[in-house]
C-alpha cells in the first residue's frame, strides 16, 4: 500500500490518480500508524512552507517522517521542506537534507513555471530518463545544490531538481503533472 501524505498543502489529489493510474492501491492520510506500515510514503505538496512545517509538528507527523525507514518521495514543497531550513517563512524544516531552501533572484520571472529539462541526472529514480526530457515545475524557492543532488535543472541559476539521501528522494517539479516523463519517475519511485 503507497501513503499519499495528508497535510496542510494542496495537490494530494493529483498525486493519488497518477498513483491508481499506475496500478497500485493508495491511500491519502495523516495517520501515523497508517504512514509507518505503508509499502512506500509519498509527501506531495503546493502550499507554503511555514504553515505546512507547522500542521506537520501539531500533528507529530515531523517525527514520523525522519523516523520512516521505507521509501519516501518529496514532491515540490514536500522536497523544500525534507531540506533543514527554507528561506520562505524563515521556516526550519524536517534536515532529512543537509540543504538550505532559498528565493530566486528577481533576475527573471518568479515564480519559476512551466517545462525544463535537466542538466544532470543520477540514480535509480530516473531510470530511462534523460536530460533532454522535459518535467513541469512551479515553485519560487529552489534547494541549493549539494552532495545529495541527483538532478539538477537551471532556472536563473542552477538548482537541485533531484535529492536523495539513504530511503529519502524528492524532486523539485510536479511527477503527477509531468506527463509520461513524470508517470516513467513515479513508477521507477513505485518499483524501488
Same mark, same amino acid.
Given at each position: 500500500?503507497?501513503?499519499?501524505?495528508?497535510?496542510?498543502?494542496?495537490?494530494?489529489?493529483?498525486?493519488?490518480?497518477?498513483?491508481?493510474?499506475?496500478?497500485?492501491?493508495?491511500?491519502?492520510?495523516?495517520?501515523?500508524?497508517?504512514?509507518?506500515?505503508?509499502?512506500?510514503?509519498?509527501?506531495?505538496?503546493?502550499?507554503?512552507?511555514?504553515?505546512?512545517?507547522?500542521?506537520?509538528?501539531?500533528?507529530?507527523?515531523?517525527?514520523?517522517?525522519?523516523?520512516? &525507514?521505507? @521509501?519516501?518521495? /518529496?514532491?515540490?514543497?514536500?522536497?523544500? *521542506?525534507?531540506?533543514?531550513?527554507? +528561506?520562505?517563512? %524563515? !521556516?526550519?524544516?524536517?534536515?532529512?537534507?543537509?540543504?538550505?531552501?532559498?528565493?530566486?533572484?528577481?533576475?527573471? &520571472?518568479? @515564480?519559476?513555471? /512551466?517545462?525544463?529539462?535537466?542538466?544532470? *541526472?543520477?540514480?535509480?529514480?530516473? +531510470?530511462?530518463? %534523460? !536530460?533532454?526530457?522535459?518535467?513541469?515545475?512551479?515553485?519560487?524557492?529552489?534547494?541549493?545544490?549539494?552532495?545529495?543532488?541527483?538532478?539538477?535543472?537551471?532556472?536563473?541559476?542552477?538548482?537541485?531538481?533531484?535529492?536523495?539521501?539513504?530511503?529519502?528522494?524528492?524532486?523539485?517539479?510536479?511527477?503527477?503533472?509531468?506527463?509520461?516523463?513524470?508517470?516513467?519517475?513515479?513508477?521507477?519511485?513505485?518499483?524501488?
Amino acid at each position: 500500500m503507497i501513503a499519499i501524505l495528508k497535510y496542510n498543502a494542496g495537490n494530494t489529489k493529483s498525486v493519488e490518480n497518477a498513483v491508481q493510474k499506475l496500478g497500485y492501491d493508495c491511500v491519502v492520510t495523516d495517520d501515523k500508524d497508517l504512514l509507518q506500515k505503508a509499502d512506500k510514503v509519498i509527501f506531495p505538496g503546493v502550499g507554503e512552507a511555514s504553515s505546512a512545517m507547522k500542521y506537520l509538528e501539531e500533528k507529530g507527523l515531523d517525527e514520523v517522517l525522519k523516523s520512516l &525507514k521505507q @521509501p519516501v518521495l /518529496g514532491i515540490c514543497l514536500g522536497l523544500q *521542506l525534507m531540506c533543514k531550513f527554507t +528561506e520562505e517563512g %524563515d !521556516t526550519q524544516g524536517l534536515g532529512i537534507f543537509d540543504v538550505l531552501v532559498k528565493k530566486f533572484p528577481p533576475k527573471d &520571472k518568479v @515564480p519559476h513555471i /512551466g517545462w525544463n529539462n535537466f542538466a544532470f *541526472l543520477n540514480g535509480s529514480l530516473f +531510470e530511462g530518463i %534523460d !536530460t533532454i526530457d522535459d518535467v513541469y515545475f512551479v515553485h519560487s524557492f529552489y534547494a541549493e545544490l549539494s552532495e545529495k543532488t541527483i538532478a539538477t535543472c537551471e532556472y536563473i541559476l542552477p538548482f537541485s531538481a533531484g535529492l536523495q539521501h539513504n530511503n529519502f528522494y524528492a524532486v523539485q517539479f510536479h511527477t503527477e503533472k509531468s506527463g509520461k516523463i513524470g508517470e516513467q519517475i513515479l513508477k521507477n519511485f513505485l518499483q524501488l
